[in-house]
């Protein structure tokens, strides 16, 4: 299962597998993964000092160093991409809040 991880402290934390099919053909893998790079790749492109990440085999951590109107509509579209996905695969991908 995927598990994100969102702090109050602005710190998403993304990780494990969801094991929907074998690996190269999980769509639910693929698809976390693919919001999160874009959103990461935007959010640099527009202020590369407004986050830092990494980015390790399993997991993605992002802190949001600097907030403001487009980087939190970037990383609140991010959220409710994500939580669509988690509604249509429950058994595969869990958002944690605290």
Known sequence: MI????????V????GHA???DEGKDIVCASVSSIAITT???IIE?????ISYSDKKGEIILKILKEDEIV???INNMILLFEDLEKD????IKIIRR
């Open 72 to 74: 939190n509509k970037l």
């Open 46 to 50: 527009i202020n590369k000092d407004a």
């Open 89 to 92: 695969y429950k058994n595969y």
């Open 19 to 21: 094991n929907f099919d």
């Open 3 to 10: 598990k994100i991880d969102l702090t109050k402290e602005n």
């Open 40 to 42: 990461i790749n935007a």
């Open 12 to 15: 998403i934390t993304i990780k």
